[in-house]
Structure formats: structure tokens, C-alpha cells
């Protein structure tokens, strides 16, 4: 997939401080003991010393000695040295600052530079030659890099061959949670079962609030009471995974339809996959997701008999309308081809190779194209939903992968609670976990590539660009959405490592009678959850997932000294928040803002319903009033899908390029400003609620909590912005390795003065 470029020996990063003289640096290797930080379960399988870490391309002077560990969770860098030009590091606590893990590995390269030989290793090859360099490509963009000048030959061949070999493991239960779970259980101090470590949870750091795991009824029927769901039930009839192994064993159906109906109507579906509600409209239209009917003979009949159920589920007794999602988005196929074309350009291409037609690539990729079209699409089922008030059934031929992200950004863009950060966290649990996406297969843990898809990716990068257009609707933060994909990457929690719920239950019960752990009445063996963040990060920095630009449902006030909480009107709004075009011409369904000719949208395979209620613009007319109005933060929200307003995410696909970083520049530094002013605000808040409610001297505990990451250091905080502040941040691209640098590209000298803009072998001519 990737193709291995050597360097240039001419690159010069501007980004690298002046040369160290002779004396200042120090090419010995260092001979000290240095032991790795392992997790319970985790051993070390092969290690290999005098390795050096690459920080730059062209140069060794700022590159790290230390050892290289292979164990069964990551690789792992230790070193003594440093890290040089980093001036700031999020750190991971179950990993180390140079630490990958296993399921993070997308291709290992090793090269003998006195051969001229190169090869990708897989899982149980041999390698007939002694590697000098190794270089790993990573699923997250990260490209890191090995020198084994100094160390055995021999050595450094076996720990190659043994990422290889870990990195692809061939059976689910290698995978190192098991391992993790197993170790954990045994140890009678911090049992898993019982108690589990991660049951869920908030963010932390002021949010308190647990995330249902909706895998028991009562999390169901809570869901249904809290949209007021009437005419909706909570059935049990899969209750040990007897009707289908890839539903969760509670699901919500029509009270109309019994459960001996369901149990006849099962074998009819696509891996059995019957009705699936998802959600409800306060006006009574629901969501519901379905897998196609393979029994030819009983498709109408059963069809008929699902949608009546629904309709009788609707106060009015609406409609049904049926979305086809094979026939109107792109397949999972072609997302995947999308993506790998998008890590070609952003990671592997250089930059004076592309950057004249950067643009140009970049939309040939259709990435943005196919976000557009999920954005559209869901957008669409919304008019149905809230204007038409009609339920509305997606139809796959599976039911799990495509529906599972327009029944996510239709829910993400009608109901405010998703978009908060619990209710994020429960909308990802309930229509992706539970409801059976491939995680195993999707996210390639297991190295089978003709199933990979980055179908989650796209609803975080979707769900970023309603983030970016809206920024005070969100609760949570890019930064939050970035660790969330990268999370999907560590094989520890299980909330990302199964295919379905049943997967879980019955690998973990064979896992446990072979270890023999005694389970219970347990059904499988408790996992960690991603939703316990403290697993992973800090109480300080878990504070940046938070939005300091959100504005909460009812936010305390001071009117005469006296708190209140603001309930906002219309009139409290301003359109500058919703970034409103001044016309409708940029809104969702103008025909002239669609993709060009060959874009994917006016192929093929053009969604109809625009067409269908074309006759009175019904559609238009909505989305043109909705776009004409300020926007309700706390109610319906509608993107943009013109060219200009869906964007590349920068902090995901480019963080780890140190020629697209911007010192002291980027987002980050608007997010800082705001976060200190968000600060000072909550500071004066509280201040004078305690001044309110008795001395000051008895509270300034609560003076020291604070949801911001950046805080105030007094009132009128005008402190300027933190050198180690980057467009990056809080990531850091030091030490993964540098593409060869934008100096002396066609723009570079023609904003240096160029009289006329040349092509790149030009310009590469001139003195």
C-alpha cells in the first residue's frame, strides 16, 4: 500500500534549530539498563538495544539511542535522551511517549541500505537479509522510523520478525486484552467481574454522568421514556443470542407486534436482523433501521406487516418512507479505496511533488465528496422526520454499517442530548456497539484486509464538520473526536474490538474455561470500556474535550446579584454563531452547489428524494425557512454541504506532518482564548455563589475545580499564547518521520518574490 521513497540528503526543515557544533553532540550510544513500563498481561517478547530513533530525515544529530521492545501489547522506544524540539507531550497513560500499539500497525517496512533490498514483512515470512532501518506505518498517519547501525544483526531481525508477527495475529483471542482481562481477574485486588474497571463513564473532569451500555432492558427503556417513544416496547425474545448473534439481546419494536410474530418474521431477514428502533421524534416519527428480507416469497407480506406495525406505533398514524442506503451511498468498498487515496496524499506524498495540484488530488480522492453525501443524505431523512413527521425505515442489505452512521448524524443533528458528551458516548453504544458494527473487521485487528473499512472515521469526521459550522452546540471538542478514532486503534477496550455483542460473550466465555476463570453468572468476562477515560488520560487532560464555546440548555446568569438561569429565545441568538450565508444559495439542496460532473453525487446513483417532492418544494422550501432563521442550539441543526463548508479535518489526517504544523498558530489558539475567558467566567460564577451562600474562607476548594484545560491566572487574564501552543496541539509530530521540506517549492518562491509561476523541475533548475 505504501511505497518506500529513500530521503533526499538535501532536506533542511525549517522547523529544526541551528546545527549542533561537533562538541555539543553526542553520537555515542548510551549503555544503560533500560526497563519497559508493562501492563497486567503484558511480557516482552523480543527487545533489540543501540537502536536509534529518526527525528529528522536528512540528519542523525537529533536522532534518540535506547532500546526497541516488542512485547504483546506495542512496540515500545526507551530511551534516557530527551525528546529534542518537543516543547509539549499529551501523554497516554497506557502508553509511552515513543510507545505504538500492535492494532495501531498498518504495514512494517525493513530495509538493508548496503543491499539496496527492501521488504514488507507479514505475519510468518522470513527475512533473508540483516535490516539496518525499520519503518512503520501506522493506522493513525503516523509514519515512525528505526536505525539498527549500532545494534546485532541478528538481533535487530528477530524483533522485526517479531512485530510482524504480533502485529497480525491470526485469531481474536491473541489480541492483548484477553490478556489483560485474564491477568486482572486472577489478581483477587482488582477483580473484573463484580467491579468492573470500565462500566462506562463520563469524560471526567466535571462530568460525573455514567454512559449506558444498553446492554440490559432497563437502559432500553430508559431510552424509550426519554424521547417518549409511545407505542414502542423494549423485547427480550433474544435473550442469550437465540434469535441472531449479531443483535444485542434487548431491542425496541412496535408494541403491536408480538413476540411469536418476530421469532417467524426473523428468518426472513439478512442474518436474521429484524426491525431495529433507534429513536423518536417528539412528534411521533421514529428511526428505524432494517436489514433487507431474502425470502423472495414473504418479502411483501412481511414488509407490509413491519410498516404497518410502525404506523400504528405513530400518533397520527403517519406513513412510512423507506431509504434504500446500497442504492443512494457509496459502499463500503469505495469509502475504503477514498480513504487509502487520502493517507496516500496527506502522509506519503511530498509536499513539492503535489502542492500545485494539491486541491485537485485532494477531491479526486472523494473523501470530502462521500462525507458530503452521508451529510446530505441524513440531512434529507431529517426534512421527513421533522417536517413530513413520518417515520423513517433504513433499509441495508445487512443492517450495520451504513445505517449506522446516517441513524448517527440524523440523531446527532435532531436531538441536542447526542451532542452532548454523554449523550455522544450513549448514541455510539447504542447504534454501533450494541447494535452490531464490525469493529473487528472494519478497524483490520486481525489483518484481513478485504473487510477493512473506515466507516466510524467518517461519522467522526462528519460529525466534525456539523462541530466546525456549529461550535456552540457541541459539548465536546475535535480533540475529544480525534482520541475517540485513536482509541479504536488500542486493543484493550471492548467497546472497539468485537463485531457484535454476542462475539464478545462467546470468545470471552471460551477465553475464560481455558484459563480457568470462574465466571459466574457473568456472561463473558468484563472488558474495559473506552468510556473510562481515566484509564487513559489525566483529570487535567481530560479537560480538553470540552467545548469552551458550548453554551449548555440553561446556563446560571447574574441579574442584580442575584444567579438565575437564562433560557434562551430566538431573539437570544445570533447568526454569527451558526455562520447563516447570507443567502440560501449555500444551503443543503441548491443545485448549483452539488459536485461537478464527475462527482459522486450526480452519478449513478442519485437519491430521489429530491425529485420526488420537487412537484410543490416542499423539502426546499423547509430547509430555505430553517436556513433563514437563527439557529436554535438546542434544537434541530442542518449542514452546510457546499464546497466551501465541508473542510478537510486538519487535526486528524495532518497532525503528524511536521511541515503542516503552524507555531503558535491554528485553531488552538482561538480555543485558548476562549478557554480563558470560559475560565474567568466560571471563576466569577462561582465566587459569587459562594459569596452568596457563606464566607468565601469555606469554599475556595471549589475554586480550584475548573472544566477548562487552559485557566486563568486572574480577572482580565490578557496572557499572550504558549510557545509550545501548535496547529497540532495537543499532538505533537517530533519523531515520526519528516516528509522533505516545502523550501524551494513553486510556492514557497513565489511568494519570496518569483516574477512568474513556474513548474516545479524549473524552479528546481534555478540558483
Known amino acids: 500500500m505504501f511505497s518506500f521513497k529513500p530521503p533526499r540528503p538535501t532536506f533542511r526543515s525549517y522547523l529544526l534549530p541551528p546545527p549542533q557544533t561537533d562538541e555539543q553532540t553526542n553520537s555515542e550510544p548510551k549503555i544503560k539498563k533500560l526497563e519497559p513500563v508493562l501492563l497486567p498481561g503484558e511480557i516482552v517478547v523480543n527487545e533489540v538495544s543501540f537502536v536509534r530513533k529518526c527525528i529528522a530525515t536528512d540528519t542523525s544529530q537529533y536522532d534518540l539511542w535506547g532500546k526497541l521492545i516488542c512485547s504483546n501489547f506495542k512496540i515500545s522506544f526507551i530511551t534516557d535522551d530527551p525528546m529534542p524540539l518537543q516543547k509539549f507531550h499529551y501523554r497516554n497513560l497506557l502508553l509511552g511517549e515513543h510507545d505504538v500499539p500492535l492494532t495501531c500497525i498498518e504495514q512494517i517496512v525493513t530495509v538493508n541500505d548496503h543491499k539496496r533490498k527492501q521488504k514488507v514483512l507479514g505475519p510468518n515470512q522470513k527475512l533473508k537479509f540483516n535490516p539496518t532501518e525499520l519503518i512503520i506505518y501506522c493506522k493513525d498517519f503516523r509514519i515512525v522510523r528505526f536505525r539498527f547501525d549500532e545494534s546485532g544483526p541478528e538481533s535487530a531481525k528477530k524483533v522485526c520478525l517479531a512485530i510482524a508477527h504480533y502485529s497480525q495475529p491470526t485469531d481474536l483471542q491473541l489480541l492483548f486484552a484477553f490478556e489483560y482481562v485474564g491477568k486482572k481477574y486472577h489478581n483477587s485486588a482488582n477483580k473484573i467481574n463484580g467491579t468492573p474497571t470500565g462500566a462506562g463513564g463520563g469524560a471526567g473532569g466535571g462530568s460525573s454522568q455514567k454512559t449506558p451500555l444498553f446492554e440490559t432492558y432497563s437502559d432500553w427503556d430508559r431510552e424509550i421514556k426519554r424521547t417518549g417513544a409511545s407505542g414502542w416496547r423494549v423485547c427480550s425474545i433474544n435473550e442469550g443470542y437465540m434469535i441472531s448473534t449479531c443483535l444485542p439481546e434487548y431491542f425496541v419494536v412496535p408494541s403491536s407486534l408480538a413476540d411469536q410474530d418476530l421469532k417467524i418474521f426473523s428468518h426472513s431477514f439478512v442474518g436474521r436482523r429484524m426491525p431495529l428502533w433507534s429513536w423518536s421524534?417528539?412528534?411521533?416519527?421514529?428511526?428505524?433501521?432494517?436489514?433487507?428480507?431474502?425470502?423472495v416469497l414473504q418479502q411483501r407480506k412481511i414488509d407490509q406487516r413491519i410498516c404497518n406495525a410502525i404506523t400504528k406505533s405513530h400518533p397520527q398514524r403517519s406513513d412510512v418512507y423507506k431509504s434504500d442506503l446500497d442504492k443512494t451511498l457509496?459502499?463500503?468498498?469505495?469509502?475504503?479505496?477514498?480513504?487509502?487515496?487520502?493517507?496516500?496524499?496527506?502522509?506519503n506524498e511530498p509536499f513539492e511533488e503535489t502542492e500545485e495540484k494539491w486541491l485537485s488530488s485532494l477531491e479526486s480522492t472523494r473523501w470530502l465528496e462521500y462525507v458530503r453525501a452521508f451529510l446530505r443524505h441524513s440531512a434529507e431523512l431529517v426534512f421527513m422526520l421533522e417536517s413530513k413527521r413520518v417515520s423513517v425505515v433504513?433499509?441495508?442489505?445487512?443492517?450495520?454499517?451504513?445505517?449506522?452512521?446516517?441513524?448517527?448524524l440524523v440523531q446527532v443533528m435532531l436531538d441536542p442530548y447526542f451532542r452532548t458528551i454523554p449523550g455522544f458516548q450513549s448514541l455510539i453504544q447504542k447504534e454501533w456497539v450494541m447494535a452490531g458494527y464490525q469493529f473487528l473487521d472494519r478497524c483490520n485487528h486481525l489483518k484481513?484486509?478485504?473487510k477493512e473499512s473506515p466507516l466510524f472515521l467518517l461519522f467522526?469526521?462528519?460529525?466534525?464538520q456539523l462541530l466546525e459550522q456549529y461550535p456552540a452546540a457541541f459539548e465536546f471538542s475535535e480533540t475529544y473526536l480525534a482520541v475517540l478514532g485513536d482509541s479504536t486503534h488500542i486493543s484493550l477496550f471492548g467497546t472497539f474490538l468485537f463485531n457484535s455483542p454476542h462475539q464478545r460473550v462467546k470468545q470471552s466465555t471460551e477465553f475464560a474455561i481455558s484459563?480457568?476463570?470462574?465466571l459466574g453468572d457473568e456472561k463473558g468476562l468484563k472488558f474495559p470500556s473506552v468510556w473510562d477515560w481515566s484509564l487513559q488520560f489525566t483529570a487535567k487532560d481530560r479537560t480538553l474535550f470540552f467545548n469552551p464555546l458550548y453554551i449548555g440548555k440553561s446556563t446560571p446568569c447574574v441579574q442584580n446579584g442575584a444567579v438565575k438561569s437564562f433560557r434562551r429565545t430566538k431573539k437570544n441568538y445570533s447568526s454569527t454563531l451558526r455562520?447563516?450565508?447570507a443567502a440560501f444559495k449555500n444551503g443543503v439542496i441548491d443545485r448549483e452547489f452539488l459536485p461537478r460532473r464527475n462527482s459522486f453525487t450526480s452519478q449513478a446513483k442519485p437519491d430521489p428524494l429530491p425529485q420526488a417532492d420537487s412537484q410543490d418544494g416542499g423539502m426546499e422550501r423547509f430547509f430555505r425557512e430553517w436556513f433563514s432563521r437563527p439557529a436554535d442550539l438546542?434544537?434541530?441543526?442542518?449542514?452546510?454541504?457546499?464546497?466551501?463548508?465541508?473542510?478537510?479535518?486538519?487535526?486528524?489526517?495532518?497532525r503528524w506532518v511536521p511541515e503542516a504544523q503552524i507555531s503558535r498558530g491554528g485553531p488552538i489558539t482561538a480555543f485558548h482564548k476562549l478557554s480563558l475567558l470560559a475560565d474567568e467566567v466560571d471563576v466569577l460564577s462561582r465566587t459569587l455563589r459562594q459569596h452568596q451562600a457563606g464566607p468565601l474562607e469555606a469554599c475556595y476548594a471549589e475554586l480550584d475545580r475548573s472544566r477548562m484545560y487552559f485557566r486563568a491566572s486572574g480577572p482580565h487574564d490578557a496572557s499572550g499564547t504558549p510557545d509550545y501552543l501548535s496547529s497540532s496541539f495537543p499532538f505533537s509530530p517530533v519523531g515520526n518521520l519528516c516528509r522533505r521540506s516545502i523550501s524551494g517549492t513553486p510556492l514557497s518562491k513565489f511568494l519570496s518574490g518569483a516574477r512568474i509561476w513556474l513548474s516545479t523541475e524549473t524552479l528546481a533548475n534555478e540558483d
Open 394 to 408: 433504513l433499509q441495508e442489505e445487512e443492517g450495520r454499517d451504513l445505517s449506522c452512521v446516517v441513524a448517527s
Open 579 to 581: 455562520r447563516m450565508p
Open 634 to 654: 438546542h434544537g434541530l441543526l442542518l449542514p452546510h454541504v457546499s464546497g466551501t463548508h465541508i473542510k478537510l479535518w486538519k487535526l486528524c489526517y495532518f
Open 448 to 450: 484481513r484486509s478485504e
Open 330 to 347: 457509496p459502499n463500503i468498498q469505495e469509502i475504503q479505496v477514498a480513504f487509502v487515496k487520502l493517507k496516500q496524499l496527506c502522509v
Open 281 to 295: 421524534h417528539w412528534n411521533g416519527s421514529a428511526l428505524v433501521r432494517m436489514a433487507l428480507i431474502r425470502d
Open 515 to 518: 484459563r480457568n476463570i470462574q
Open 460 to 464: 467522526l469526521d462528519a460529525t466534525w
